[in-house]
C-alpha cells in the first residue's frame, strides 16, 4: 500500500506519470526502505511542527534515503542543515543533487545544505520555496 487515495479516472497524464516515477522510484528502494535502519532527525511533534525528517541507512551504511518535508515556508528562512546519523565517518558519499561529495563525518555533523533562497543549491525537483515542499535525497557510497 502505497499510500494513494485518489480517483486514476480523474488524472492527467502528466500526473499519472508522476505517479508512475514514484512507484519507480520505490521500487528501486525497496529494500532500503523495508529494510534499512530509521531515524527521525526532526520530530513533527516538538516544537511548532513545522517541519519533520528522517532517513533510513542500509544496514551496510553504503546507501541512504533522507526526507525533509516542510508545511509552511518561512520569510528570510536563513541557511538551514539538517544533521544525519548512522553513516560511516571516514566514507565518502555521493548526494543526489549536490555536485560534491561529502564525508559521512561532514554530513552527521556539519550537516546536509537544504534547499532554500538563499543557499542557491538547485534540487531538481524542489521549487523556490514554497508551502508543503519537500525534499528526498539518496545517498551512496562513492
Known amino acids: 500500500m502505497f499510500g494513494y487515495e485518489l480517483d486514476l479516472t480523474k488524472m492527467t497524464e502528466q500526473e499519472k506519470q508522476i505517479v508512475r516515477a514514484q512507484i519507480d522510484f520505490y521500487k528501486q528502494n525497496r529494500k532500503i526502505i523495508q529494510n534499512g535502519i530509521f531515524y527521525r532527525l526532526q520530530n513533527p511533534f516538538v516544537g511548532d511542527g513545522n517541519e519533520t525528517s528522517w532517513m533510513v541507512v542500509s544496514q551496510d551504511q553504503k546507501q541512504a534515503i533522507v526526507g525533509h518535508y516542510q508545511v509552511l515556508s518561512r520569510p528570510n528562512p536563513g541557511f538551514s542543515r ?52 519537500s525534499q528526498v535525497f539518496v545517498i551512496k557510497e562513492k
Open 82 to 133: 539538517l544533521l544525519l546519523k548512522g553513516l560511516k565517518s571516514d566514507t565518502e558519499y555521493i548526494v543526489s543533487g549536490l555536485s560534491s561529495t561529502h564525508y559521512g563525518d561532514n554530513l552527521m555533523y556539519a550537516g546536509l545544505p537544504l534547499k532554500n533562497e538563499h543557499t542557491g543549491i538547485e534540487i531538481p525537483g524542489v521549487e523556490e520555496s514554497v508551502e508543503f515542499s
